[in-house]
Structures are given as C-alpha cells and as structure tokens.
C-alpha cells in the first residue's frame, strides 16, 4: 500500500485554514505568511487535483462542491489526529452544546445519530434550554443561538434561516369540505397555538403571522392552546387543525411528508437566523469544535437538497 500523500500535506493546511476563515486574509494572519502566498498555494492545490475549491460570489469567498468535500475529509481527518494525541495524553473527548428547547428537540437531537456515526471517539452532551446561557459559567462549548430581523446579532457565525408558516396534515389540506387552497381558508379550521413567552414576550402567534403576510385576521373554527411547541406538533401530526410550523426545527416532518406547507412559499414569514457561537472552551481544543460546527453546517445543506426536490 502506498502511503504517500497524493498532495502536499502543507498545502492541505493552508486550504483548510482558508476554508474555515473563507478568507485568504484572515487565512494568512492566521498562518503567519502573506495573502499572495495563501492565494499561490491555494492555485497550487487546485492544479494538482485538477478543479477549483473557491470561488467569489458577490465579493465573499465560497466553497465550490470539491471544496466542501475536501474540507469535511480534512476536518474528519484532523479529529482522528487529535483524538489519537488526546489519548496518548489522557485527555476527556466530550462537547457541550446548547440551543433552544425546540430546535434542540425537533432538528438537533434527531440528525445527532449521524454525528456520532462520523465521530464515535467524541460524547456530546446537549444543554437545551430557552435561556441565554453564559457559556463559560455553565461549561457550555457551542452555542445555536437566534437573532431576529433587525436586532442584535450574537458573536458568532450564521448558521440557518428562521421561518414560520402554516402547517398540517396532507390529508387535512386535501379535505374536499374544506380545502386549504388560501389564507381565508383557514376560517374553516382549529387554529393550533404555542401558548409561552420568550424572555417577557409572547411567541410568535398567529396575529402576528396574519400581519406578517398582510392578511385580515377571522375568528377559526376554534383555537387549541399549548404550553410547549412539541405539543403544538403533536397536535398537528395527529390531524387536530393547523399550526404555525417553523423551520428548520419541522424540515425532518416537512421531508418525510408528515407535514406540509399547504401555502408554500406564499405562507412564509421570514423572523431572522439562528447563529453558531464557539466558545473559548472549543477554540481551545482544535479540530473538536470545527468538526461539530462543519457536521451542522453539512446538515443545513442537506435539508437544502432535500426540500428543494
């Protein structure tokens, strides 16, 4: 077996710098060499495997599809690495992660599986709570935090979307008495609600997704009321009436067709992002983080693809 590196092993450093920072300039700080020596031996690598791993979009810097790959294959590859030295030293392998109840519940918890699949050498540990923690103060690694549209954006990188819409049932969608082809079709039917606060303010209700579509509101056929959201899709998925769904906490629900979205895109309110926050904690410890935070952004994607069919 050959085991010589079809590639130089420096190159692969430098490329998976620049891939983490998407910016050859902060690739080259980074490294302690100049942005014209990153960009060369950026050109060097790609000639040698023969197709391109950046390129510019609107100014920023972005990974082609070959890029992608080789960055999760080098990131991957950079665990196993430490996990070996981690070993050898004794070292614990373990992450903490927090996000909110929901997400935590109907998006992260579900796809952790294929985390722990791809990295069986790390335990995670899932904090979830509706709180803003202090990641120091409560040991916390990586945080999936939220930012509405407009306001205060945490100390991290974006991760995802936020989006709310209508949600049921296909067959209730499609039942011929009452068929939810418009927003006035909703008259017809129970009005399922996330009846909470978030941080001394009510969730997001059905009268603000009304005036976020610009639709008059009417009085249902009749209203349930929840105190916690996986309850509201509970309800949903037994067929109970309409909820407001959110993503990407029901992309799982929306891909399996348990749920749909009888108004598409039409019904879609956008609220803001949900940002990936590291923690001194995790950017003290390597690859560890970087493999956790390249596995949720491979899981956005995938949900990407997957809804897009």
């Known amino acids: 077996m050959n085991t010589t590196p079809r590639v130089s092993l420096h190159l692969v450093r430098g490329f998976w710098v620049a891939a983490r920072q998407l910016s050859f300039t902060k690739a080259a700080a980074e490294l302690f060499v100049t942005q014209s ?74 796809r952790l599986p294929r985390f722990t699949q791809q990295h069986p050498e790390l335990d995670v540990r899932i904090v979830a709570s509706n709180d803003v923690l202090d990641l120091v103060q409560a040991q916390v690694d990586i945080a999936i935090r939220y930012a509405s549209l407009g306001g205060a954006t945490p100390l991290g990188k974006p991760l995802v979307g936020y989006s709310t819409f209508p949600v049921c049932t296909p067959a209730l969608m499609r039942d011929p008495a009452r068929p939810l082809r418009t927003f006035a079709d909703l008259a017809q039917h129970v009005l399922l609600e996330f009846e909470t606060t978030v941080h001394g303010r009510p969730w997001y209700d059905w009268e603000q997704w009304f005036s976020a579509v610009k639709t008059a509101k009417f009085k249902p056929a009749g209203r349930q009321r929840f105190s916690h959201y996986d309850q509201v899709v509970e309800a949903a998925l037994a067929g109970s009436g309409v909820a407001i769904g959110k993503r990407p906490h029901l992309n799982g629900k929306l891909q399996a067709g348990t749920l749909c979205a009888p108004f598409g895109t039409d019904g879609v309110a956008t609220l803001g992002s949900f940002y990936v926050v590291v923690a001194p904690s995790a950017t003290g410890r390597g690859a560890v983080g970087e493999a956790f935070v390249a596995w949720l952004r491979s899981e956005v994607r995938r949900d990407e693809r997957a809804l897009a069919k």
Do not use: C, H, M
């Not at 082609?64 to 080098?74: C, D, F, H, K």
């Open 37 to 110: 020596a990153v960009s060369r031996e950026i050109k060097k690598l790609e000639e040698q495997l023969g197709q391109p791993l950046f390129r510019r979009v609107n100014r920023t810097l972005q990974l082609t599809q070959a890029g992608e790959e080789l960055y999760r294959a080098v990131s991957e590859a950079l665990v196993l690495i430490d996990a070996a030295t981690d070993r050898l030293a004794g070292v614990e392998r373990s992450l903490t992660v927090t996000t909110t109840i929901p997400l935590a519940s109907l998006w992260l918890v579900p």
